[in-house]
Nanobody, 121 residues
Framework: QVQMVESGGGLVQAGGSLRLSCAAS????????MGWYRQAPGKQRELVAI???????NYADSVKGRFTISRDNAKRTVYLQMNTLKPEDSAVYYC???????????????WGQGTQVTVSS
């Protein structure tokens, strides 16, 4: 089995910062891209940021310049540093990783359980 465990969400005032973490564990052979998505009430889940195994990154336009995604391959962990938070950043944030399990032939997506981020105005 593969588990994706998130931490770091919470309540913060507008302009503040939060750092999310997501650690993958289990019978893992390798991890390709890792990313963060978010879903606000009544809206579809959207990509926030993604990072490849080589460290290339891509961001949603709405978070460019404010959020930074990073990863520690040795710890199988992806981070999302969120600065200058806005009320519209409020959502449940989910981490995602393309994981190849030991003895598997392909990479499959795995999701975290979600962590709530609430930004008050």
């Amino acid at each position: 089995q593969v588990q994706m465990v998130e931490s770091g969400g919470g309540l913060v005032q507008a302009g503040g910062s939060l750092r999310l973490s997501c650690a993958a564990s289990g019978t893992i052979f390798g991890i390709n891209a890792m990313g963060w998505y978010r879903q606000a009430p009544g809206k579809q889940r959207e990509l926030v940021a993604i990072i490849t195994s080589e460290g290339s990154t891509n961001y949603a336009d709405s978070v460019k310049g404010r959020f930074t995604i990073s990863r520690d391959n040795a710890k199988r962990t992806v981070y999302l540093q969120m600065n200058t938070l806005k009320p519209e950043d409020s959502a449940v944030y989910y981490c995602n990783a393309d994981v190849k399990k030991r003895w598997a032939t392909s990479y499959l997506p795995y999701w975290g359980q979600g962590t709530q981020v609430t930004v008050s105005s």
